[in-house]
Every structure is written in C-alpha cells, then in structure tokens.
C-alpha cells in the first residue's frame, strides 16, 4: 500500500519541539535550494565546437554518483575534450525522469529504475553505460525493536517514490507477505536526513522507518540517529537522449570517457574530491563514510583507466531486464521496455 504526502504535512506531523524545528528548517531549507536549481541550468564548460551543449541531470543527495560528477564539475576532463556541459541538479532520479520527457536534460545520472520507468514511457532515449553501484537501505530509529521487516507489520514506511530504492523495497514487501500489510509513503530524498535529525526513540514522528540511500544512510548511522535494518547494492545507469545518441555518437564516446577517466581522479585523491562533494550537498561526512559508501562501486578504487568498468555486459543487461520485469509485476511501470532495442553497448569504453 503506497501513499503520498505533501511535504509540509509530512514534516509537521513529525515534531514541535525546537530541535525538531530547528532541523525540519534546515531541511525544508535544502529542498528548497534542490528545488530552484532544479529549475535551471547550472554553470558549465564552454563549448569549443566539439558538438551541442549537453544538459547533465544529476542528484547532489546522491552519493557515489556526486563525487564522480564534482570530480567532472571542478576538472577540466570535459573541457579537454571540447564537451560542453550544463548541469542540472534534481533531489532524486522521479523528477528527473519527468524532465528528460520534457526535453529539459540530454543525459540522466540516476538508479536503474527511474531510468527503466522513462524508457517503458517514452523511445526517445537510450542507456549507454553502467553507472555506479551505490548502497541502498532501510533505517529505523537506534531505539526501534525491529529487527526484520516482519517486524515493521501494520506501520509507516518513507521512500523516494519513483526511485531504485523504492522498487527494491516493494519487491521485499511482497517477498515477505507484507505489501499491503505496510502503508509505504512518499518521502523526496532530500527531505530524509531533515526527517530522521528530527529525532525519535522508537520512531520518527508516524515513520516506523525509512528505505533510503547513501549519503542519507552514511550520515544518519554515522551521528548515531539511525541503524541500518537491512542493506544493499543498487545499480546506477547512464541515459542519453536518442537524437544525440544517432546524431553524435563521438559526442557520447567522448563524454563517457571523461566520465570514465573521473573515477580514475578521484581515486588518486578522494579526500579532496569527498570535501568538494560535501560543499555541494551539505551532507557532512567523515573519510571513514565516504570509504564505506565507495566500497560499494569497484571503480571508485580504479587507479588507471583500463581498471575503469562501465560497459554495459549481457550479465549487467539480464539483471536490468529481471528488475524490468518485477517494476511491471509491482505496477511500477506499466510497459517492460526492450532493452535490446533501447540499450547501445557500442559507446562505453
């Protein structure tokens, strides 16, 4: 069972006091900041010829995706290759689905599932690479007594609607008997750290838990107001818009391996590319979370470009296809896309 709420209902039901306040004003604070930048182009690299400016959707709540891409934004790997790129931030991979429909963005960061849910919509994009890999989890509050989702029967949960980690924890939901024994409500992702710092013994406001993904899950454990109830991997994809794709096919080869070449960056110094991140997503983290969030996606440690793996591989292409498939059983998406049609394996170094 899956519900929505409006932001400002959800966050005044979840504490009065003035520590509540003080946090629930930060967050109402960044989602605000995520909201208006999501409304327009961020600074890029100027164009030199090479081809169209590219407009790069991405997530500043996201880790690793956000240090590969501040390691893109504060680098001159792009420029190098005379690829143009504005960048435009959105608080989780739903809006920017409904963005790349739009037309308003010409490449989608974002987990498999958003992208999955935009290609059963709509032909006019493609999937060019592998991402990264990024932990997903569900969290209760330190003072919970749950120790299973079993143990959440007949309670609130809050996920990102529309996101990786939302499909995930349905598919758990219905694995364990518990999809319509659990009310699952909509939480944006920027709105999670701001809900979880409001506090709670037992639970957070009417909030049993929340399934979420890192910084968010980082961060929470890390300053002691949540635990992590049961973690995962999640997979990430790279989408460009099919017109680009047939157009400009150099234009993405190009891009890709610049994208390629930052993993390789910010391995070879990772502290300054995780302080730049923090800058930008004012999720404070210790080097310690950010090993622990990088552990998940191999390439983070890549010390030179021929370690780099974001190809799409038939085994990767299967596992996409399975995930398909449960989105279309949990009434995610209504149409599976072909992804022999709709995923080009030729670009990706």
């Known amino acids: 069972m899956s519900t929505s709420l409006s932001p400002l209902r959800r966050l005044s039901r979840l504490g009065t006091s003035p520590g509540a306040r003080r946090f629930l004003g930060a967050a109402l604070s960044l989602v605000l900041v995520f909201m208006l930048a999501g409304c327009q182009d961020g600074a890029g690299s100027p164009s030199n010829g090479k081809g169209p400016p590219l407009r790069l959707g991405w997530q500043p709540p996201w880790a690793n995706q956000g240090q590969i891409v501040t390691v893109l934004k504060t680098t001159d790997l792009l420029a190098h290759d ?44 493609r999937i060019v690479a592998r991402m990264t890999n990024y932990r997903s989890a569900i969290l209760v509050p330190l003072q919970s007594p749950a120790t299973s989702l079993e143990d959440l029967m007949g309670m609130r949960i809050a996920t990102a609607f529309g996101s990786t980690t939302h499909r995930d924890l349905m598919r758990m939901l219905e694995d364990a008997g518990l ?43 890390q300053k002691s107001r949540a635990k992590i109830l049961k973690a995962w991997a999640s997979p990430g994809l790279v989408a460009v818009r099919r017109e680009i794709v047939e157009q400009h096919p150099d234009l993405v080869r190009s891009f890709l391996r610049a994208y390629a070449q930052a993993f390789v960056a910010y391995a070879e110094t990772p502290e300054v590319f995780d302080d730049r991140y923090t800058t930008e997503s004012r999720l404070a983290l210790t080097a310690a979370d950010y090993r622990a969030i990088a552990a998940f996606e191999p390439n983070m440690q890549a010390r030179a470009l021929k370690n780099v793996n974001i190809r799409l591989t038939e085994k990767f292409l299967q596992q996409l296809d399975r995930n398909a498939d449960v989105a279309r059983q949990l009434g995610i998406i209504r149409q599976k896309p072909d992804l022999k049609k709709m995923a080009d394996v030729t670009l990706a170094p």
Do not use: C, H
């Open 179 to 221: 999809k319509d024994e659990v009310q699952v409500v909509n939480v944006d992702q920027a709105e999670q750290a701001g809900v979880i710092a409001a506090g709670g013994e037992e639970t957070w406001g009417e909030l049993a838990a929340i399934a979420s993904y890192d910084p968010t899950v980082a961060a929470s454990v």
């Open 82 to 125: 005379g690829i143009a790129v504005e960048y435009v931030p959105f608080t989780y991979g739903g809006p920017m689905g409904e963005a790349a429909l739009a037309g308003r963005i010409d490449i989608m960061l974002a987990g498999d599932q958003p992208v999955l849910t935009l290609l059963s919509r709509s032909d006019d994009w």
